[in-house]
């Protein structure tokens, strides 16, 4: 092995994967919660939608709402009481 080259252990490996899993849960939540839904029945499609309900609660989609336009926008929740 050539002086000065890193080695990477199996850790760095799963804290890469669980980072990017993250990311797309942030980005794309709601999409994992919709390819759960057109799947047929099974064990693959209730770990889709394990993953895609808590995912799509995260990040619901064309709601970017603010207290002034909570109530206007489609999809945002209300504004308590």
Do not use: E, H, Y
């Amino acid at each position: 092995m050539a002086s000065g080259a890193r080695r990477f252990r199996a850790r760095d490996a799963i804290i890469a994967i669980l980072v990017a899993a993250l990311i797309l849960v942030l980005i794309q939540g709601a999409s994992i919660r919709r390819a759960g839904d057109q799947l047929n029945p099974g064990p693959g499609r209730d770990v889709v939608l394990a993953v895609g309900k808590p995912a799509s609660w995260v990040r619901r989609p064309g709601c970017r709402c603010t207290p002034s336009r909570r109530s206007s926008r489609a999809g945002c929740p209300p504004t308590p009481s």
